[in-house]
């Protein structure tokens, strides 16, 4: 079944002859040269402008003065003269009516081609769907992976800034946030850390690390619970807590128990009949709260993406924040580099694409992460940078490390030790520190200690 379109697909022939007979007019400079590296060659519907559009960005970049003849020779060594007509051509072509200001007709050009691009995409999602080789779901993905790219295009290919934007950008964002319209970060509640880090910044990858057992997933849920809760008159951050290990029932479980600091193993056993007044209240309270859950065990970076871009399409709450538990057991695409190498190669291309997502949807992405064997034979056993799995991709990728240390289980006789340390480890935005916690089991969440924050060397 061949792709359906449309019997003319979005263009603007002489918006591109235009722009190509303004840029290519003597001392046409640096607002030419400005113009041209907004588009792409493939923005370009006929062959003649997209030869002459390749072959003079050619000449920009090498810094030679475009002309006419310069043209026709670059056009030589590339074998494209005869698509433009030879020179006679290329002269009828650069004969166009120019105008004062290039960016308008560049503005044109990328936006009819992102039009057909948006058709193409829809004739593609159709003959898919209708060949039924790929089920629903994987086409839905695809799709929305397929517009988000789309989306990004514009923001990635802005170029350089000049100082004075970018400093009307920042000032007017400080303003906002000392008059209380935009909040600096998403703050998770704990005083003395959301101090030290004035809120996960948007942007940022955040890894959170322990051994197996220690709590870092009710660590994750605590900030996912004291983010998504209303302070002061403001409204709590949107988050989407993706668990790969867990079912969506534990998680809620776990969020239940800390809201309603109910005993953990009383609601899974079916013995909290005592607090029912309290647990219901915490569930109205939960319910009301901006939250999202995913529990699909195998998961990797692009779908959760489009699991974002769909959620912000259908609702009016874009997701502020990712918390991902935990890293190791997200999957690679099928196909990719990932997939084909050893773990560590796996787990740094699954890293960076986590950067990225941050980087790409301007919200903080906190990952959780495994530590390798090597704390435990460490003399105090207090982890460090090089105590991550595989944690050269995942040390150079992420903004700030952050450690949960605590005493090793103690044996059946003994009393478990609810002291804890939060060790910041890593902060490229800001100082280490270590703070210390006291973690209530039974609440799956943990408290911070009356203490002042230590610092880490």
């Given at each position: 079944m061949a792709d359906?379109?449309?019997e003319r697909l979005p263009e603007d022939i002489d918006a591109e002859r235009s722009f190509l007979a303004t840029c290519c007019a003597p001392g046409a400079g640096f607002v030419a040269s400005e113009a041209v590296f907004t588009l792409a060659e493939d923005d370009f519907v006929h062959p003649a402008h997209r030869a002459v559009f390749r072959a003079l960005k050619t000449l920009i970049e090498a810094q030679v003065e475009v002309s006419s003849l310069t043209l026709k020779d670059a056009l030589d060594q590339d074998d494209s003269l005869n698509k433009v007509g030879g020179y006679p051509g290329l002269v009828e072509l650069l004969a166009g009516e120019d105008v004062e200001r290039p960016q308008i007709l560049a503005d044109v050009i990328r936006r009819k081609a992102k039009l057909r691009r948006l058709v193409h995409l829809g004739a593609q999602l159709v003959r898919q769907a209708a060949e039924e080789d790929e089920s629903p779901e994987v086409l839905v993905d695809q799709?929305?992976?397929?517009?988000?790219?789309?989306?990004?295009?514009?923001?990635?290919?802005?170029g350089l800034l000049t100082i004075q934007a970018v400093a009307d950008d920042?000032?007017?964002?400080?303003?906002d946030r000392m008059?209380?319209?935009?909040?600096?970060?998403v703050r998770v509640g704990f005083s003395r850390f959301d101090e030290l880090t004035q809120g996960f910044q948007p942007g940022n990858l955040i890894v959170l690390a322990a051994r197996p057992g220690i709590g870092k997933t009710a660590?994750?849920?605590n900030w996912v619970l004291r983010a998504a809760q209303e302070r002061d008159g403001r409204q709590g951050h949107c988050g989407a807590f993706f668990s790969l290990e867990m079912s969506h029932e534990e998680v809620f479980l776990r969020l239940l128990a800390a809201q309603s600091q109910t005993n953990m193993k009383d609601l899974?056993?079916?013995?909290?009949?005592?607090?029912?007044?309290?647990?219901?209240?915490?569930?109205?309270?939960?319910?009301q709260m901006p939250l999202f859950i995913c529990d699909r065990a195998s998961i990797t970076v692009p779908q959760i993406q489009n699991m974002i871009v769909k959620q912000g399409s259908q609702s009016n709450r874009r997701v502020e924040f990712v918390i991902v538990d935990y890293l190791q057991l997200l999957s690679s695409p099928e196909g990719s580099r990932g997939a084909k190498q050893n773990e560590a190669v796996r787990i740094g291309e699954i890293s960076r694409g986590l950067k990225l997502m941050a980087k790409d949807f301007g919200i903080p992405v906190v990952v959780l992460s495994q530590l390798n064997r090597e704390v435990e034979h460490r003399t105090g056993g207090r982890p460090q940078l090089s105590d991550l799995r595989d944690s050269g991709a995942i040390e150079q990728d992420a903004d700030m490390v952050a450690f949960i240390h605590r005493k090793?289980?103690?044996?059946?006789?003994e009393e478990p030790d609810p002291s804890a340390e939060l060790i910041v480890a890593k902060h490229r935005n800001g100082?280490?520190?270590?703070?210390?916690?006291?973690?209530q089991g039974e609440f799956a969440m943990y408290r911070e200690m009356v203490r002042e924050t230590s610092s880490f060397a």
């Open positions: 359906w379109l449309p799709t929305a992976q397929s517009l988000f790219h789309l989306a990004q295009g514009d923001a990635k290919a802005k920042t000032m007017d964002r400080l303003a008059e209380g319209r935009l909040s600096p970060g660590l994750a849920l899974q056993s079916g013995r909290a009949s005592g607090r029912m007044d309290n647990v219901l209240k915490a569930r109205d309270e939960l319910v090793m289980m103690p044996s059946a006789t100082p280490t520190a270590i703070i210390q916690l006291h973690f």
